[in-house]
């Protein structure tokens, strides 16, 4: 495990994550991600900081409300959000990610449009 930094496009929100070099993320087809392009690194919150940034931070939620989907105020970019799958945790943008830190990223697809299918239980697995 090493810690990664990223944010968003103007700076603003910078955080942490501890994660391994070689990512594992997800491409999830939901009408959010998709639209997006979000690639998921999920973590337990003990594994991810906030650095500056949450004073820019807009929320936005909609269907369960579960899922906090936050943006830089500013520039627009999600780099991070608390995930319905996960909502003791984070998910990380790893397109939001700094380069230098990460040797290598699989991207494996997440049917998030029939998400009760994905996640019977109600949540997912966090990454490795």
Request: hydrophobic fraction near 30%.
């Amino acid at each position: 495990m090493i810690t990664h930094t990223g944010g968003c496009h103007c700076g603003r929100v910078r955080f942490e994550v501890v994660a391994p070099a070689k990512l594992e993320v997800s491409d999830c087809n939901c009408s959010v991600c998709s639209k997006a392009g979000y690639l998921h690194l999920v973590v337990p919150a003990d594994r991810f900081k906030l650095l500056s940034g949450r004073d820019v931070l807009t929320t936005y939620s909609f269907n369960t409300h579960t899922a906090k989907h936050l943006f830089c105020s500013v520039c627009g970019i999600k780099s991070f959000y608390v995930p319905r799958s996960h909502p003791d945790g984070f998910s990380v943008n790893a397109r939001c990610l700094d380069p230098g830190t990460v040797e290598e990223v699989s991207i494996r697809p997440c049917n998030g449009r029939e998400w009760e299918k994905q996640y019977p239980k109600g949540r997912g697995d966090y990454a490795q």
